[in-house]
């Protein structure tokens, strides 16, 4: 069978390199696709194999292979460092894409712009991130910045560097974004315990929080739009 072959071995019209200059990349595969980026199998088995071995074990879906961490990988045989890092650099290349096609938004006028403006950034990330935008009284973005980095869970936030950096920035608002890697967009009792202290803590400084918004792969939570602010 032609699966026990190497891909040297193939009908050259059928190895994923010669076809993809004979056809165009639109003609192959993921697995193909995937097999030139991983260059090779392992022991009996070739690279086409193995990524759709790979591609199998995230149910096909590429929305799921793309959060695979390096660990993932490697927990295939034939999977070395440089080949998981091949595969991370790809999804990677992919969001930061994904990031410049976006249309620049400068005003955020609903919760939806703020999620669409940061949901490139969060949506597929395995760990949590909080971030912070300022806005102007016109709700012109003045800044957006990364507060915290790492862990699966909730994060304690550091309110009163916030509202420093708020004021220095002249901003009249704030609109507070974080992600659940879970997937779930629900906020828990962390979440809305960070949001009343920021909230409380902003109106002292005559500065409006106007929204937190969750996060959740392509799906998002506004505390405004539900009333919780």
């Not at 390096?70 to 927990?75: L, N, P, Q, T």
């Not at 309110?159 to 920035?169: G, H, S, V």
């Not at 009343?196 to 929080?209: F, N, P, Q, V």
Request: charged residues 25%; positive net charge.
């Amino acid at each position: 069978m032609r699966k026990n072959l190497t891909i040297s071995n193939w009908e050259e019209s059928e190895r994923p390199r010669e076809k993809f200059l004979a056809k165009g990349a639109e003609n192959l595969s993921i697995a193909e696709l995937i097999a030139i980026v991983i260059r090779s199998g392992s022991k009996g088995e070739n690279a086409v194999d193995l990524a759709r071995r790979i591609l199998n074990s995230a149910g096909n879906n590429l929305n799921v292979l793309r959060k695979f961490t390096f660990e993932d990988y490697r927990k295939f045989a034939g999977m070395g460092e440089g080949k998981a890092l091949a595969m991370m650099a790809l999804f990677e290349i992919s969001k930061r894409m994904a990031v410049e096609q976006a249309p620049p938004i400068t005003q955020i006028y609903s919760s939806d712009s703020a999620a669409k403006l940061m949901s490139p950034l969060l949506k597929d990330l395995s760990h949590e991130e909080c971030w912070i935008l300022y806005l102007n009284r016109g709700n012109k973005m003045i800044a957006k910045e990364k507060l915290t980095s790492g862990g699966t869970s909730s994060t304690v936030l550091d309110i009163k560097m916030i509202i420093k950096k708020a004021m220095a920035n002249l901003s009249n608002s704030i609109i507070l974004v974080h992600n659940h890697p879970s997937g779930s967009k629900m906020p828990g009792d962390q979440d809305k315990l960070q949001t009343r202290r920021l909230k409380t803590a902003a109106e002292m400084c005559d500065i409006s929080l106007l929204d937190h918004i969750i996060i959740a792969g392509d799906h998002y939570y506004s505390f405004a739009d539900d009333g919780c602010l």
